[in-house]
């Protein structure tokens, strides 16, 4: 593990120069520049004292950051067909996340059960053909290419009055599907 690599990164993410992170923890700008270029290892009481002054514990800076995944791809994507619509979940998991993306397929002639209120946003972008968008009493038409976004205060639905498949991205936050 590159120790100095990563004190660096966090220094500069807290914007300090190597003297301002120095005299926070008592330790010379030189030490601090060693530290950073790999040329000397800190003990634990001073590593702990530079960690500190960065704003992080121990077990932030080494836990393993790799473990995230940040791309996915349509093996990850999870699927459930009901009737008339398919849900793909784009990011598994993303209940854990601000926001849950899913792609829909509604099929044609096909209307979504209701969607009952709840806190958050709701944002969708058309794909493939045209919906028309249910919110409360009012009913919206929108049509590929075009967005919708609204507060989920309201019942809402979705619905697919055509003869062709209409796809959606729909994106909640915070996550609900």
Known sequence: MELGVKIKRLRLRNNLTQEELA?????????????ENELTSPSIATLE?????????????FSDEKNEKLVYTEADFIEK?????????????????EM??????VEPHTSLQDDVP??????????????WLHIGQAA??????????????????????TAEKAVVL????????
């Open 81 to 97: 067909l009901a009737d008339g619509h398919k849900i793909e979940w784009l990011v598994p998991n993303a209940q854990k996340n």
């Open 140 to 161: 919206y038409p929108v049509k590929k290419g075009e967005v919708f976004y609204f507060a989920a205060g309201k019942v809402h639905r979705i619905e697919n009055r």
């Open 118 to 131: 709840h806190e958050g946003d709701e944002f969708g972008y058309v794909l493939k053909g045209s919906i």
């Open 100 to 105: 849950e993306p899913i792609r829909m397929t």
């Open 23 to 35: 005299d926070r923890c008592e330790l010379t700008k030189g030490y601090i520049s060693q530290l």
């Open 49 to 61: 004292d530079i960690l500190n002054a960065l704003g992080t514990t121990p077990a932030e800076f």
């Open 170 to 177: 729909w994106i909640a936050s915070p996550p609900t599907f």
